[in-house]
């Protein structure tokens, strides 16, 4: 009985431990919802213009089951992706933003297995990453190896990236839709 008991405190403080440590996925839901929607429309890629900001797109490329590749970024020349989002040419605004972004405006995700960012990668899963600026997170939990100064700084570029996800594939999953 005391045994059991022990290995009960010792579960809830275990839990208590990682629980506070890394947080559930904002995005995870968005995430499901933009690739059930890509497979229904088949597509491989998709972009959208940012509402809050006329020179500013997101696009993603898909790899069915395996990664989303997601950018966002300024683009000097809006009109010309403004033609391509009407052509319905994703995958070239996703080359353009890639390639030839606004300097310093770029954001880019690698969201591994498709299901929105996590703070840290189960087991031997490869871990999700974010770049913007001129900072690159890979969120394995290492918040030493991100060359961030706490745990608690890389907990709070982890939910900032999490929620900036999850409003670039809100947007990318309207555009899906359409």
Do not use: H
């Amino acid at each position: 009985m005391l045994t059991a008991l022990r290995m009960v405190v010792a579960g809830v403080a275990i839990a208590l431990a990682f629980g506070s440590t890394f947080q559930a996925s904002k995005s995870a839901a968005a995430a499901k919802e933009l690739t059930q929607a890509l497979e229904a429309a088949k597509l491989d890629a998709i972009a959208a213009a940012d509402p809050s900001d006329p020179s500013t797109f997101v696009a993603a490329l898909y790899i069915s089951g395996s990664q989303l590749l997601v950018v966002s970024a300024k683009y000097a020349a809006p009109p010309l992706l403004i033609a391509k989002l009407k052509a319905k040419d994703y995958r070239d605004i996703y080359v353009d933003l890639s390639s030839a972004a606004v300097a310093g405006s770029k954001v880019f995700m690698i969201d591994m297995n498709c299901d929105g960012l996590a703070s840290k990668a189960d087991g031997d899963s490869v871990p999700d990453s974010w770049e913007a600026d001129k900072q690159s997170v890979s969120f394995d939990g290492d918040w030493k190896k991100a060359k961030l100064s706490s745990e608690s700084d890389y907990m709070k570029v982890y939910t900032s990236a999490d929620e900036r996800y999850a409003k670039i594939l809100a947007l990318l999953t309207a555009q899906a839709r359409q």
